[in-house]
Structure formats: C-alpha cells, structure tokens
C-alpha cells in the first residue's frame, strides 16, 4: 500500500506541474487525459493520503 501512497504522490505533483504549464508539451499531454486532475490535484493527494493512512492502519508488525 506504501508503493500505491508513493505512486499517487507522484502523480500529484506531475498533474500539479503540468497545470501550471511547468512540463510544456507533455503538460499539454497529460492535461488534455485528465484535466480534472490538473486543475484540481489535491483530489489526487488525498487519494495519496489516504492510502497511507490505510497503509498504517492495515501494517502487521
């Protein structure tokens, strides 16, 4: 679940990049895929958050 929390993480910052045209063409790329996500890449951040919450919940040590 760490490895998914980590994946997450970095698509977040990717979308958030290539909404603020920080990537040029492959901004354009990946903004013309997800949009929603570009202009809103907190959703995808929560979606980081909480697999790593679940991710410690869920730890067997």
């Known amino acids: 679940m ?3 929390a980590a994946g997450l993480l ?3 910052g ?3 990049s290539a909404g ?3 990537l ?3 901004g354009r790329d990946v903004c013309s895929y997800g949009s929603a996500f570009c202009d ?3 959703i995808v951040f929560a979606g980081a958050a909480l697999a790593g919450a679940w991710g410690m919940f869920v ?3």
């Open 10 to 12: 970095g698509l977040s």
């Open 59 to 61: 730890s067997m040590k």
């Open 20 to 22: 603020h045209h920080e």
């Open 24 to 26: 040029g063409s492959l």
């Open 14 to 16: 990717l979308f958030y």
């Open 2 to 4: 760490y490895y998914v």
């Open 40 to 42: 809103s890449p907190v």
